[in-house]
């Protein structure tokens, strides 16, 4: 899981980044990205509706899969964003390595 102080917890918090913020893609993701650079670290939110996957289970999966690789891609942030990640079902039969690369690309981007 994400420290406290790296998510984004509150929905207007999220809203704002959806309505200001700027569309990356990835064959295992949509990230939508906003700078913030009166903080110090960047915050995340992970989304994963129920078009990805029926089951809760299978939502919570790929989640879990998506925060681990982004934990290991927050180094390629040049500065600090708010960062929006939704997953798709891809996102399960993905090579750990592909969606490591694919983040640190996407955020290297930002």
Request: hydrophobic letters at 40%; one cysteine or more; glycine letters at 2%.
């Amino acid at each position: 899981m994400l420290a406290s102080h790296r998510r984004l917890r509150r929905p207007v918090e999220i809203q704002d980044v959806f309505r200001t913020g700027e569309a990356f893609f990835s064959p295992y993701c949509k990230v939508v990205a906003r700078n913030s650079p009166d903080r110090e670290e960047s915050r995340f939110a992970v989304i994963v509706g129920k078009k990805a996957a029926k089951k809760a289970v299978t939502r919570n999966r790929i989640k879990r899969r998506l925060r681990a690789a982004i934990r290991e891609s927050i180094p390629s942030l040049a500065h600090s964003s708010d960062i929006i990640v939704i997953g798709n079902a891809r996102v399960l039969d993905a090579p750990y390595e592909d969606l490591v690369r694919h983040l640190s690309a996407i955020f290297y981007k930002i």
